[in-house]
């Protein structure tokens, strides 16, 4: 326990460490930025939605496997990122800042990643709903799911902004 104490103690004065930081809070920004130009969560979907996306739309959330393969790729990369972290901090004779900002992004990534999946489906109802009476509130649950996303992100990046503070 001492020599994780060390290593947190070492991650503020480390540039890797704020890089990560840095990095997490790029990814906040852009969170935040695509909600804002968002037209589906704007309640703007009329004016882009036609016949042709609504049955692709329809289509896509009809699939019995409904994630694409960049999820599954994307997810093993964070589960792999993470737990490589914390086997490489349970060496304690050679733990270093690295295996941490594995750690901190595997698991940013671990997340992160099924609620952006929800959002993309979140848009596919939108899309479907459009025009009828459901419309408004596939909309909140659109909003709802960006929501919930930039929290989660705020949340973790809040949480590393502690650790770097107080150690």
Do not use: Y
């Not at 692709?56 to 737990?83: C, D, E, N, Y």
């Not at 929800?118 to 899309?127: A, C, M």
């Amino acid at each position: 326990m001492h020599d994780f104490m060390v290593i947190l103690e070492r991650l503020s004065t480390h540039p890797v460490t704020w890089a990560c930081f840095a990095l997490l809070l790029l990814r906040l920004g852009l969170t935040v930025g695509k909600r804002a130009v968002c037209p589906l969560a704007r309640g703007e979907s009329q004016k882009i939605v036609n016949d042709d996306l609504r049955s692709q739309a329809q289509a896509a959330l009809q699939k019995g496997i409904r994630h694409p393969v960049s999820f599954l790729v994307i997810m093993l990369l964070g589960i792999g990122m993470a737990v490589g972290g914390l086997f490489k901090l349970a060496r304690l004779e050679d733990a270093g800042i690295m295996p941490f900002a594995m750690f901190v992004i595997g698991i940013f990534i671990i997340l992160t990643q099924p609620l952006r999946e929800g959002i993309r489906d979140s848009e596919q109802r939108v899309i479907i709903n459009s025009g009828t009476p459901k419309h408004d509130l596939a909309v909140d649950g659109l909003r709802a799911s960006h929501r919930k996303l930039r929290m989660t992100e705020f949340g973790l990046i809040a949480t590393l902004g502690a650790v770097l503070v107080i150690f």
